[in-house]
């Protein structure tokens, strides 16, 4: 990469100082052409390269599996496939230790299995209550209703009261009867004086009879059913709050055992992840600088942090050239322009290609030496990539970029 840049750099720059004189509307002066120390011959071609930006690139994969280090915390890696090993679909391609999971799997299954118990329990109080207040209601509903009926059996029309009342009434009428009978028949004062007293016995009855025990039945009545009333709200109340409150603890236990079942389906889930498994045939290649690059970057024993990239699975048949402009050219490159390729490997070919995006954000800087420099990547199709090119060749891009833009 960096022979490419040095190769490319004394071109670009000349062509940028070209096509500023040629963009001003001027000419490119003997002393211009002097102080670049130019031929006739590369004057002429910087002014036919003149809308034309010059950088190095890489060939990548399009398609990049990528593979982190899936648990909260770091952890050791037990087992892990060699950089650059060919592996197929289902290949175990991490092993990470899961000691500490499965103790944490254990405690939780227990944890999970007491919320589950008292969800079972809470359900059972539930039917109980329900089958309680299913029970009780009815009883409740016939004492009132048979309040209501002794209430109107004793004094509703025509009831007992009324009876006992026309009962005394007859007797009066009788008694007087009787007493009108002797009087004109005149017998003797002593069968004058029994029929006097039954009918005065009569109407004390009578008296005794509306004035205290018809209003004390009444009211004694009116009473029973209304306690029967108030019994019966009380108990629609007690059953409803019974209900409701076991309701509330079986709420309260069903989102216990979700919360410890999520928990427990997250450790289960983990434990299965320290396990990497290759979802298709491919290359493995362990996910370090290419300067720390070792034959095995990472091995067992190695401790990873959470979210840590451990390896990468490019499609090998899907390559594609990342470019890395400068910032001073970055403005003028748009997808869609045509870019000309030459790898360092196949260095008497050219390949076309066309650009399909340009990143809006800069690169991470490569090293101290040149931190001040702010490139972008813009990545090209290659229209007909040769069955040689593989990941990481090194090559030079001709974007064709007009300076209008």
Not at 75 to 81: D, E, H, M, Y
Not at 297 to 309: C, D, I, K, M, Y
Request: hydrophobic residues 45%; glycine residues 4%.
């Amino acid at each position: 990469m960096q022979s490419i840049r040095r190769r490319i750099r004394f071109v670009t720059v000349a062509s940028v100082f070209v096509s500023i004189l040629v963009t001003a509307g001027g000419s490119l002066s003997k002393a211009a052409a002097q102080s670049l120390q130019l031929t006739p011959a590369q004057l002429q071609r910087l002014k036919e390269r003149r809308h034309r930006i010059l950088e190095a690139g890489v060939i990548e994969s399009v398609d990049v599996l990528q593979f982190h280090c899936p648990l909260p915390n770091e952890c050791t890696i037990l087992s892990i496939v060699p950089d650059g090993a060919d592996v197929k679909q289902g290949d175990v391609l991490v092993k990470l230790d899961d000691s500490e999971l499965q103790e944490s799997l254990s405690a939780q299954r227990v944890a999970t299995k007491q919320t589950e118990v008292a969800l079972a329990a809470a359900a059972a109080d539930l039917e109980a209550a329900e089958r309680l207040a299913a029970q009780a209601l009815p009883v409740a509903e016939l004492t009132l209703e048979t309040a209501k009926l002794e209430q109107q059996r004793r004094v509703g029309k025509g009831g007992e009261m009324s009876f006992e009342l026309r009962t005394i009434e007859r007797m009066i009428r009788v008694a007087r009867q009787e007493l009108k009978r002797l009087a004109e028949e005149g017998d003797g004062d002593s069968r004058r004086r029994e029929a006097q007293s039954q009918l005065d016995a009569a109407l004390a009855k009578k008296e005794l009879f509306e004035r205290y025990i018809q209003p004390h039945e009444t009211a004694a009545l009116k009473l029973a059913v209304a306690r029967a009333e108030l019994a019966l709200q009380e108990q629609q109340t007690d059953a409803a709050r019974a209900v409701r409150e076991v309701k509330a603890t079986l709420a309260a236990a069903k989102i216990a055992h979700e919360h410890e079942q999520a928990k427990l389906n997250t450790l289960v889930q983990q434990v299965r992840d320290c396990e990497i498994i290759a979802p298709r045939n491919g290359v493995v290649l362990h996910a370090v600088a290419a300067s720390r690059r070792t034959p095995n970057a990472f091995e067992a024993g190695t401790t990873v942090n959470s979210r840590q990239l451990l390896i990468e699975m490019p499609d090998l048949k899907k390559l594609r050239a990342r470019v890395l402009v400068n910032e001073s050219q970055i403005a003028r490159v748009k997808p869609g322009q045509s870019v000309t390729l030459q790898l360092n490997a196949l260095p008497q070919r050219e390949f076309r290609g066309e650009v399909t995006t340009v990143n809006r954000t800069p690169e991470p800087a490569g090293s101290w030496l040149n931190s001040d420099v702010v490139e972008y990547a813009v990545l090209v199709r290659i229209s007909d990539p040769p069955p040689a090119l593989k990941i990481g060749m090194q090559l030079a891009a001709e974007i064709d970029a007009p300076l209008d833009e």
